[in-house]
């Protein structure tokens, strides 16, 4: 992979950003909750210590990390794989916004009015890797995207770090390989400050949840959140079985958690959510 | 020398009398057959001619005439052979025909008659338009005694039927066929005693039979989804009187009714393959359209493999028979009208590869693929579907732990309660609930419908899905035996709505 010329990089908003390190954080577009969690947490808590949050603006893990960065009132930048002016996915036009808003920037190797290109994702995953100081996996199954970037940095001599997942999950099998690789772990930003060699301040605990469900639930409902993870979906059944109760009650209780925002559901069942649903009870 | 004999033709599941009028006169030897007939009755000629002189009587030298009125009906198939040819013996011996009788057969050259296709549905309507007797082919007749208040006369050959006619030897009319009483102890092919798990799915499965809702199944290849909807059948109530007709007509027009056990209780279960045509799924062919997988599946379950896989205007024409149960099929010999009442199982992959949600697989497919593909199957032929689950791969290794549910004899007891009492409430079931009697037969009570519309609103329903949804409460309740329908009852039908997604 031929690295791109920097300098000749499109770009939207403030570009170059202000001096200070830059980290990428990248990972699965189908994240779980717990990745999702985690990456909007460490983009939250990089930016407050003053780092730049590098991503991809794709689904998942690069939109929770822009945004975490947003909410810690940093600077982030959006490394696009299509032209600056055609925002991939469009859900995220909003979000590029804001990140223009905030004086971050959108970049691109790419000419404007390019299209979404299979071929083109690779090549913006090298420069992502070219303009951080690090790079940070957080949930990458085999053959993920975020894995090429973290190569990239490897042949760029950047660090490469990754968050550690469930062992079960198959959005570990990435990051894992990773750490046996010899990537830096990643528990908290503190770890990754510590890699580029920046003693800032982290404001906020990172090993503290982040923003935890703050609604109380009704008590007879309580009891299966509890039996949920937020890694694993378990299906209704599963629940079921544990708590020995008809599977048609467990499967409405269920709805209601769903309904309040508590729990998600996935294609293989249910998971706890960390952040607040939408709505409020 | 002018003999008239009555038959019919079948029209779907209608028919239309024919007379088959015969005329020998004077002329040049000629045999014509005229009044619209397809080449398949054209050709009825030389069969006639050939059964007549092979049964030792005697066929006009003479200018013969066959007319089959009404002359604007096209007539098709070869159940126009006997009536035919005892029209042209019966105008040679001068003879009349028996009254209030009609006659269906194909004859073979030696004069034996062999099997037509549709003698109970023939019989049904001939029964009903007045006539008395029937000559039907003796490998039919069991099929035809069926019908009540007709009778039946089995026709080994054309010679008999003569000598039957003249009353030199009269032919024993065809018992009754009593139809054999569903037993007991009916051993299913699928029992979900099978089905290790799938707690879930095996209570959709419950519901979708007991409320007569649609269910989709979704999971990985090789979850189990195929076994589960083959125990449909096993927990549906057996086949009313009535319905067993049906069923059995349906089968009759196609030919395949069982000539040993021509009444069947066991609910039909049909599953295309997702290549199927328009034609075969819905119903089709030249001339006058022939039933359906649907039409096959009437009364029973039609079972919809690789949903996604199906082409797209072949699964749009469901939507029809889908929402009244029954489907109009016009071709250039008319339109016809099928019974096509039937619970859709559709079944299908999370995502393209399939394995979205496993545990142990991880999903290969990007999130605009599995979107391109959750939009294929969404929209309105999802959208008439109540039920849709997740069902999950238990891995080989696990299925011994998996705990064993019950069989299908209790699941089925339950049903067929839930059944009668919404059969007693409102005289159908809760699938087939119109919204303004939905509102009426299933009450909601405040913190139901609260909880009912803050979905919707989440979710950003359509009315039609607020609708299922409740119809689906409907049944909770019925399948708890109560008349009311409480919150647990509204969230239980909500958590079956597995592709709405909050906006």
Known sequence: MSLPDLSDLHARGRWPPPEGPRVAIVGSRRPSPYGEAVAEQLGTDLARAGVIVVSGLALGIDAAAHRGALNGGGITVAVMGTGV???????????????????????????DGTIPRRQNFPARNWTMASISDAVVVVEAGQ????????????????????????????????????????????????????????????????????????????????????????????????????????????????????????????????????????ERV | MLASVDSCVLVGLEARRVEVQADASTGSVVFNIVGLAATSVKEARERVRSAIRNSGLEFPRQRLTVNLAPAELRKEGSGLDLPMAVAVALAMMRKAAPPRSAFLGELALDGAVCHVDGVLVAARWLRRHGFERVFVPASDAREAALIDGVEVIPCADLASVIAHITGEQPIQPQPPTQPILATETEAFEHDLIEVHGQEEARRALEVAAAGGHHLLLSGPPGAGKTMLARCLPGILPPLELSEALEVA??????????????????????????????????????????????????????????????QANVLQALRQPLEIGRVAITRSGGSVTY???????????????????????????????????????????????????????????????????????????????????????????????????????????????????????????????????????????????SEQIGERHILEALGYRLNDVAA
């Not at chain 1, 909003?94 to 808003?101: K, N």
């Open chain 1, 143 to 278: 053959g993920s995207g975020a894995l090429i970037t973290a190569e990239a940095a490897l042949h760029l001599h950047k660090e490469v770090m990754a968050v550690p997942g469930s062992v079960f999950s198959p959005l570990s099998v990435g990051t894992h390989g990773l750490l046996r690789d010899g990537a830096g772990l990643v528990q908290n930003a503190r770890d990754i400050l510590a890699v580029i060699g920046l003693g800032g301040e982290v404001l906020d605990d990172p090993l503290l949840p982040p923003e935890r469900l703050r609604f109380a639930l009704r008590p007879e409902r309580d009891g299966i959140v509890a039996h949920l993870s937020d890694v694993l979906a378990l299906s209704a059944a599963d629940i079921a079985r544990k708590l020995q109760l008809p599977v048609a009650e467990v499967l409405g209780r269920l709805t209601a958690l769903e309904l309040d925002g508590a729990v998600r559901r996935q294609e293989a069942g249910y998971v706890r959510a960390l952040r607040r649903g939408k």
């Open chain 1, 85 to 111: 002016d055609v925002v991939y996915p469009a859900a995220h036009s909003r979000l590029a916004e804001e990140i223009l808003a905030a004086g971050g920037a959108l970049v691109s190797q790419f000419p």
């Open chain 2, 339 to 481: 019974p096509a009442h039937f619970t859709l199982v559709a079944a299908t992959n999370p995502c393209p590869c399939g394995w979205a949600g496993d545990g142990r697989r991880a999903c290969r497919c990007t999130p605009a693929m599995v979107d391109a593909y959750q939009r294929r199957l969404s929209g309105p032929l999802l959208d008439r579907i109540d039920l849709k689950v997740g069902v999950r791969r238990v891995p080989l290794d696990a299925l011994a732990s998996e705990p064993k549910g019950e069989s299908s004899a209790p699941v089925r007891e339950r049903v067929i309660a839930a059944r009668r009492r919404q059969l007693d409430r409102q005289g159908c079931l809760n699938a087939q609930l119109k919204p303004a009697r939905l509102r009426q037969m299933a009450a909601l009570d405040a913190a139901s419908r609260q909880t009912l519309e803050r979905w919707a609103e989440q979710r950003s329903l359509t009315a039609r899905g607020f609708h299922r949804a409740w119809r689906v409460a409907r049944t909770s309740a019925d399948l708890d035996g």
């Open chain 2, 249 to 310: 007509q349906v089968r009759s027009l196609l030919g395949d009714l069982s000539s040993a056990k021509p009444l069947d209780w066991s609910r039909p279960f049909r599953a295309p393959h997702h290549g199927v045509s328009m034609a075969g799924l819905i119903g089709g062919g030249a001339g006058l359209a022939q039933p359906g997988e649907i039409s096959r599946a009437h009364q029973g379950v039609l079972f919809l493999d690789e949903l996604a896989e199906f």
